[in-house]
């Protein structure tokens, strides 16, 4: 193994360090349906409007992500897709990485192993969990936090955990028993996002909310600002306090 192999700023190794200045952001819940690709996608036009470069690295076997940025043609957000029936290895992964920038993106599939979930955790700093307003996706999500919990990865190092409620309305008795659950969590609860066709219209056509031609409310781009905000304060703490990385 030659010296750039080992080297901290590939990330090659067998620690598998992350790039000094990357921020990977990790969309992931075992739940399918639950608006990983949804959160993904939006979250990359987010910085696509701020001017950011960002990477989307699509694990869906169902390249959803990768289908609406086709759509796109974006010249500022790329795309990374994983072909059909790769394992998801560490080393893949990182391989994936080292061709992107220093902002990624990654829509996880449904259903990792905790072998495969450790991976892309030993490889993220930041993981957004959505979650939908039903007894079946509260349950699931209380697993797949409690997984994330248990893997070396995140015993060894605690990843910065968020969870963002998706499709959702605010005045019935199910967003009550969802809001109580969040709330509940010792991890921080972003925002709630509307139960809206305007999410589905949007990603038919390869756009986001952030699109001025898209967002007709003001509130929904206004939850993708919390979220970004959020996310540019945890950049900042893991870059410069001894612990975060």
């Not at 659950?181 to 139960?195: A, Q």
């Amino acid at each position: 193994m030659n010296s750039a192999q080992n080297s901290p700023s590939t990330g090659i190794g067998s620690q598998h360090r992350p790039h000094a200045s990357r921020l990977v952001i990790l969309v992931a819940n075992s739940k399918g349906g639950c608006g990983k690709t949804t959160i993904a996608t939006n979250l990359a036009c987010y910085f696509e409007a701020l001017g950011r470069p960002v990477c989307l690295m699509d694990l869906d076997p169902q390249q959803s992500a990768t289908q609406w940025l086709k759509m796109r043609k974006s010249p500022t957000i790329q795309t990374l897709s994983w072909p059909a029936g790769e394992p998801v290895s560490l080393g893949r992964l990182q391989q994936r990485l080292d061709q992107a920038g220093n902002l990624v993106i990654i829509d996880s599939p449904a259903g990792l192993d905790p072998h495969q979930l450790d991976h892309l955790l030993r490889l993220s700093q930041v993981v957004l969990v959505p979650v939908l307003p039903s007894p079946i996706d509260i349950r699931a999500t209380t697993r797949f936090l409690q997984s994330v919990m248990l893997t070396p990865s995140y015993r060894r190092r605690p990843r910065r955990l968020a969870v963002i409620a998706n499709r959702a309305r605010t005045r019935t008795k199910m967003y009550e028993a969802l809001r109580q659950f969040l709330s509940s969590l010792k991890i921080p609860y972003l925002v709630t996002l509307r139960d809206t066709q305007l999410y589905v219209q949007a990603m038919s056509q390869g756009e986001g909310i952030m699109d001025a031609a898209v967002s007709r409310h003001l509130e929904d781009q206004q939850h993708w600002r919390l979220i970004g905000e959020w996310l540019e304060v945890q950049r900042h703490l893991i870059q410069t306090m001894p612990g975060f990385r």
